[in-house]
């Protein structure tokens, strides 16, 4: 097990090469199933659940080449089998994209319940009912999802809430259905976005994506196609937010500024300062910022993705801040470990208040999910002496070569593997 090492203090200077999108990546690569061809994609994140992804295609039949680094050629023709188990499915949240695929596809798909970031209550009745609409039958027995339909017909489905998930299933499920589907109060985010394109490169018929209705008029046949994945707007807010608060001076390279209009003006707001290119931001960090409040919401709100990471940089403003998470019921597990690091943080419910401190000071801390994880490498880069950071599989799911890209920032972090003895010490106590 893997951890990092980070020695705090050190401003952050030059430049950063934003990968794609996480997001987007975990709803393409499954999408490809759903082409009649080769399909080459490109800007694909190096990351674990990329790497997930990948796997459970292979192991349904695929072939699955590596171009270069983050170029791959997917051809899915062979794959016959629609039933994914536990294992593979249980490590990430997207594994659930399988079943809008391979329903569309094969009408029928078997996929472990869905893992992911721990994040409190995540239920899945928004897919289900999407999934029925279309006249699909499901189940859910011995931890697995199936589901089968004879036949799949467009219809109107409407999301009891906003949820990025359901509406990427959605969109998935009915690009074969007979007719029209109308998908209302669907999310807005930008790798919906990214999806409806890639799956209208194919042959697909979507309109609407990127607004609260989406239009699906369902085609029977697709095509392979080139297709490259958008920037990854929370690594990019990530970085942004690392180089505000190390007061560095960092240019973000191959980002869209209108995607991370939510995280620039509130660094913004605090005192940052920022300048917008076409396809690249400077954040130019201050000694000392303002305090803020924030609520995370659906896009274009601020994204709960990037809720963590803002809360590092608030424990150092002046004055009190107050963040709300206004979509799930759990995204506070990283403010322990903050505290451990002398950050003034007291939490109740979905509401964590933040009174600035001086400093943060070097901790052993450890990673309870992905953004929580950038969070704490956040907090190491302020503090003065050695955040050491455990649990780091959950960063490496989400995020690629993040201590590399640091290093080349200036940070003072490595890699270490612990020695398989204290390990299994460790895993034993
Ligand atoms: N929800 C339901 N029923 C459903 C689906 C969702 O009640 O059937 C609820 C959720 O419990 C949550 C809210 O609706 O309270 C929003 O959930 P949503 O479906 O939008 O989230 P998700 O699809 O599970 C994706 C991202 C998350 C990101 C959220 C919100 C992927 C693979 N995951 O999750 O990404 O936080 O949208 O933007 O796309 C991350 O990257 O760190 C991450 C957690």
Redesign the pocket.
């Known amino acids: 097990m893997d951890k990092f090492i980070i020695n705090g203090g050190r401003k952050l200077r030059g430049n950063v090469n934003i990968s794609g999108a996480?997001?987007a990546a975990?709803a393409i690569i499954p999408a490809a199933i759903l082409a009649g061809g080769v399909c080459v994609i490109e800007n694909v994140p190096q990351i674990n659940d990329v790497t997930i992804d990948l796997q459970i295609l292979r192991h349904i039949g695929a072939d699955i080449r590596l171009l270069d680094k983050s170029t791959i050629r997917i051809d899915t023709k062979h794959i016959r089998d629609t039933a994914i188990p536990y294992e593979m499915a249980r490590h990430m949240?997207?594994s659930y994209y399988f079943l809008g695929t391979m329903l569309s596809k094969f009408n029928h798909a078997k996929v472990s319940m869905p893992g992911?970031?721990d994040?409190g209550?995540?239920?899945?009745?928004?897919?289900t009912k999407c999934f029925k609409a279309l006249g699909a039958d499901y189940t859910i027995e011995h931890g697995m999802v199936e589901i089968a339909a004879d036949k799949l017909t467009g219809t109107q489905i409407y999301f009891d809430?906003?949820?990025?998930?359901?509406t990427i299933n959605a969109m998935l499920a009915s690009v074969k259905a007979e007719g029209l589907t109308i998908i209302e109060n669907a999310?807005k985010?930008p790798?919906i976005v990214d999806l409806a394109n890639f799956l209208n490169t194919i042959g697909a018929d979507i309109m609407g994506a990127g607004t609260d209705v989406i239009k699906v008029r369902g085609v029977k046949t697709f095509k392979g196609a080139d297709y490259s994945i958008i920037p990854d707007q929370?690594e990019a807010g990530t970085y942004m937010v690392a180089a505000a608060a190390t007061k560095g001076d960092v240019t973000i390279n191959n980002v869209i500024p209108k995607h991370l209009e939510p995280i620039t003006s509130k660094l913004r707001k605090i005192g940052a300062v920022i300048e917008e290119f076409d396809d690249s931001m400077r954040i130019m960090g201050v000694d000392s910022y303002e305090r803020t409040n924030l609520k995370t919401m659906?896009h274009p709100g601020f994204?709960?993705?990037m809720q963590p990471q803002f809360a590092a940089l608030l424990t150092l403003a002046k004055g009190t801040s107050i963040l709300t998470e206004g979509?799930?019921?759990n995204r506070f597990r990283y403010v322990d470990e903050l505290r451990r690091m002398g950050a003034d943080i007291s939490v109740d419910g979905k509401v964590a208040v933040i009174e600035g401190v001086e400093r943060l000071t070097g901790a052993p801390v450890k990673v309870a999910d992905?953004?929580a994880g950038a969070s704490l490498i956040i907090a190491g880069l302020c503090a003065d002496g050695i955040t050491e950071i455990e649990e780091i599989q959950h960063i490496e799911r989400?995020y690629e070569n993040m201590d590399l890209k640091l290093r080349a920032l200036g940070a003072d972090i490595v890699k270490r593997k612990l020695p398989d003895a204290i390990e299994s010490i460790a895993t034993a106590i």
């Open positions: 996480k997001n975990v949240r997207a992911g970031c994040l209550d995540r239920p899945i009745d928004q897919h809430k906003v949820t990025v998930g359901a999310a985010e790798h929370i659906p994204p709960t993705d979509i799930f019921d992905l953004r989400g």
